[in-house]
């Protein structure tokens, strides 16, 4: 059968995906999807007319059983077939026909890089909370087994301080012990050597890189921060995503799409942008949108996660009664050979990344250390001139009380020793 002369078209006017611009003669098409269109027709020898959705969407069932977008025209009979990366789902085949899949749709989310933790703590970052508790417990019981091994005739005090010293390279006075006693205070030297090496390492490396902080990285920890309510996920609207999130066996998943529908959680996909994304959103959409948006590694803008919560193949919608579909698969399967699909994307991509290149400020190469990257270290070491002082000035005020408790006792006791000399010489 002869391939129709003129095709009605719905499409879906998508940034990158396929761009419109009408004038008064004529309508310009462009983007991955418009290339498409425009190759089909040279090769079928057809000319087009474009629609667009009125309600601006794909197409999916809404409260009454009806469809919406391209699929409602396509079943109403206003369009002979509808592209703009459509997926061919089990629902949508039952109300229209598809043509060859001639791409993947891959679901997954994006959300803000997430920020730096603050430098100010940076001396606690080397070891974990483990590590830590496990230092303290040292500090504790070393001096204890020390004080018993070693040093019994030494208080506990001044053991804990040596010991303590000892963990900052602090050397011990161990002249008077025997040297099989030595030998184990050589091996708790040589431990707190390595210990303190891996610890000063270790910092320079947080000190000189910035930490990131965790990001949320699959689809679990998307529902665990919804559950949390540190974060809200907006979907696309006009899309299946919602239903098949609610639909589907998983429990995360299911508790994503009752929190987007229950808040209303949706942005128009046209619309997805760097100012949608703070600390606190995620965004759901195609992986191929959200590269085109945010650009591709190394030039990535946000954080685009690996995880995938559903992937379709892509098809062109045709009428139920289309009459010629072996001649579009065709026509499909020999542009998908000479590769040219893959071009247009390779070049959109190109183009995004190129637009994040310019974005991306110049980086210097020498890395230099800003004062407020020691702020940390210089507060701890302000409190500790702020103990040593306090105990300085106790110290001191202890002595002069002490003095001035001798000196009385000394004179109470040389009064009463008058006394008695008085009162012996009375009584001679």
Known sequence: MKFPSSIRVAVREFSSI?????????TFISGVEGEFLKVLSQQLHFTYKIFNPYDRQWGSTDHSGNWTGIMGML???EVDIGLSH??????????????FPYAVLDRT?????PGVFPKMASFTYPFNGNVW????????????????????????????????GSMLKQPIDNSEQPCMQRLIYSTWIGSMTLLYFAYSGVLLSFITVPWQKKAIRNIKEVAD??????????APDGTIDIELLLNSNLVYYRIIGEYITRNNWVYESSEMSEELLDDRT??????NLIHGFFGYDPYVTEYISDDSFGVWNIGIALRKDFCCKEELNFAILRTLSAGLYEKWWKDSAFISSWNQISKTEEVNESIRLPLEDFYGVFILLFAGY????????????????MKKEVLKDCLLDSKDITEEAINAKNTL
């Open 18 to 26: 396929f761009d419109i611009v009408r004038t008064a003669n004529d």
């Open 75 to 77: 079943l109403r009979n």
């Open 86 to 99: 459509i997926s061919i789902t089990e629902e949508r085949t039952k109300a229209v026909d598809f043509s």
């Open 109 to 113: 989310f994006v959300t803000a890089k």
């Open 133 to 164: 508790v496990l230092i303290l417990a040292l500090t504790v019981i070393a001096p204890l087994l020390f004080r018993a091994l070693m040093f019994k005739k030494r208080s506990f005090t001044t053991v804990f301080f040596m010991i303590f």
């Open 225 to 234: 921060a919804l559950q949390a309510g540190t974060h809200r996920c907006l």
């Open 282 to 287: 995620i965004l759901i959409g195609s992986r």
């Open 386 to 401: 702020v103990l040593s002082f306090v105990a300085f000035f106790i110290e001191i005020s202890v002595k002069r009380f």
